[in-house]
């Protein structure tokens, strides 16, 4: 079992919506953690907040499809495959669009995410997601409510820490996963890029949701958000995740506020 297992594995029923209620997190509570990892040393260069605790990972899940995608040759490059929305998803609105790697990535499409896996099958989807050591790697879903190949990572069963996310980055940064070359690369050139002060240039996904009970309901007004992701100034790289559980009621996603806050202050977290 790796570090990260130990500090952040959680193991979660599949006969229940989540580790959210073990946690004791409702609406109105919150969770918040931030952690920044040397790249190249695993050296921890901030860390604050509950960095151990797992969650859904939502579309920060985007990041390990794509190198799944790009390693099984279901995508090819930064524009292909381009697929069509299908009416009969009943997406919202800003899903309701042609679709390619680097739009997937940068709009969020949900659908195209599902479509990857349905292509990769149940058994495959599930192999990639334990090889990679992501999380408790509970692909399962939730019996009766969420289906494993199109919803696991989706406030269903797969949770990971944010110190498991770092983890992950470092090994796909450091070409510690069990793929192909080309998916490394493939999958680097369509995540989303922002610019930060000082020089920095960083590179993240986020993700969002709102948040459940045991019993499978929403729970108010509480969201969670991510931005997980790396960032760049010279040689020097690191590795970032920031958890944002709270009660949300903001004009944009959870998700953008905790990305922006991270990028504002990254810069001088890593000094």
Known sequence: MTIKRRIGFVICSVFTIGCFGSFGVHAAETVQCTVILDAKSGEALHRNGECDKAFAPQSSFKLPLAIMGYDAGILK?????????KAAWK????????????IWERDSIVWYSQEITRRLGKEKFADYVRRFDY???????????????????????????PDGQVDFLRRFLNAKLPVSKVAYDKTMAIIPKFPA???????????????????????????????????????????????????????GPISFATRDALIADLPKLVK
């Open 91 to 102: 997406r919202p609105k800003r899903e309701q669009q042609p679709t390619d790697p680097t």
């Open 197 to 251: 002060a000082d020089g920095w240039q960083v590179q993240g996904k986020t993700g969002s949701g709102r948040m459940r009970t045991k019993a499978g309901k929403y729970d108010g007004d509480s969201w969670l958000g991510w931005f997980v992701g790396w960032a760049q100034k010279g040689d020097r790289r690191v590795v970032f995740a920031k958890l944002n559980i709270q009660d949300w009621k903001g004009d």
């Open 135 to 161: 999380g408790n790697a509970d692909v399962r879903g939730v019996k009766g409510q969420t289906d494993g190949l199109t919803e696991s990572w989706l406030m269903s069963s797969l949770k990971i820490s």
């Open 77 to 85: 490059d930064e524009t292909t495959p381009r697929w069509d929305y």
